[in-house]
């Protein structure tokens, strides 16, 4: 190569080295043209932006407040989806409320009418449900709701009724008397032990699938004799009867 003259514009290494604040720096470039540190007027006018950019409203900074979740509808007939937390322990202890729960949500899946809290005598899977879940016989469920309809006259079953009708029906009372003159000596009382051994016996006759298990059967037993004496009546052995069924029904119905 031939020696050329250096360009007018030509900076030695070391002059740029001792530039102050104000040279050009070679970093950055812009289709040929070179850009420079800014100068005293140019770094205010930068001062001056960006001020008035932190500057901005409030309201523009600030996040957006995170949208509150919307409030869960209420399962029909006043169940709340409250069956599924029932247990074995609450159905011993809060019989009422268990049947309140467990019946209140299986009546709310009755269909037409069941979500304003009464539905049809002739609504299908009202009479399924009543006969698959109680003592009342099939030929004399149209009897038993026709007891049971309101004092406005209309063909119709309320969930309270509805309830009532389950609690009566928990079993057959003529087994109950059967079993009782079976057990006693004088047709009139048995003794505590008899009473809790026809209680054992007598739980074979209600039918249906064993939901509450071998294991279980002695609470049962305790809760619905906790106020018996030395001596048991024919009427109290009739209560001790529907409790027990009244237990093992809910159980079965709630998978407890």
Not at 177 to 183: A, N, Q, V
Request: hydrophobic share 40%; net charge negative.
């Amino acid at each position: 190569f031939g020696s050329r003259p250096l360009a007018a514009n030509f900076h030695p290494v070391g002059v740029l080295l001792r530039a102050g604040p104000g040279a050009c720096s070679p970093q950055h470039s812009t289709m040929g043209n070179t850009c420079c540190n800014p100068g005293a007027e140019d770094a205010e006018a930068n001062g001056r932006a960006s001020g008035a950019a932190s500057a901005a409203p409030p309201a523009a900074k600030a996040k957006a407040a995170p949208a509150r979740a919307a409030p869960q509808p209420r399962s029909p007939a006043g169940s709340s989806g409250a069956a599924g937390a029932l247990d074995f322990q609450m159905i011993l202890h809060d019989l009422d409320q268990a049947e309140q729960l467990a019946y209140g949500t299986a009546f709310a899946a009755f269909g037409s009418g069941a979500e304003s809290g009464s539905v049809q005598l002739d609504c299908q899977p009202l009479r399924d449900f009543v006969a698959a879940n109680s003592a009342c016989p099939y030929e004399e469920l149209d009897v038993q709701l026709l007891q049971r309809v309101g004092q406005d006259g209309e063909m119709k079953l309320t969930l309270a009724a509805f309830i009532q009708m389950l609690r009566d029906n928990a079993v057959a009372e003529g087994k109950v008397l059967e079993r009782f003159l079976g057990l006693s000596t004088n047709g009139e009382t048995i003794d505590s032990q008899e009473c809790r051994s026809g209680l054992l016996m007598f739980k074979d006759e209600l039918g249906g699938p064993d939901s509450v298990g071998e294991g279980r059967w002695e609470q049962v037993f305790d809760v619905a004799m906790s106020d018996a004496g030395a001596v048991v009546s024919m009427e109290a052995w009739t209560v001790y009867c529907k409790t027990v069924a009244r237990i093992a029904r809910v159980v079965h119905v709630v998978k407890a």
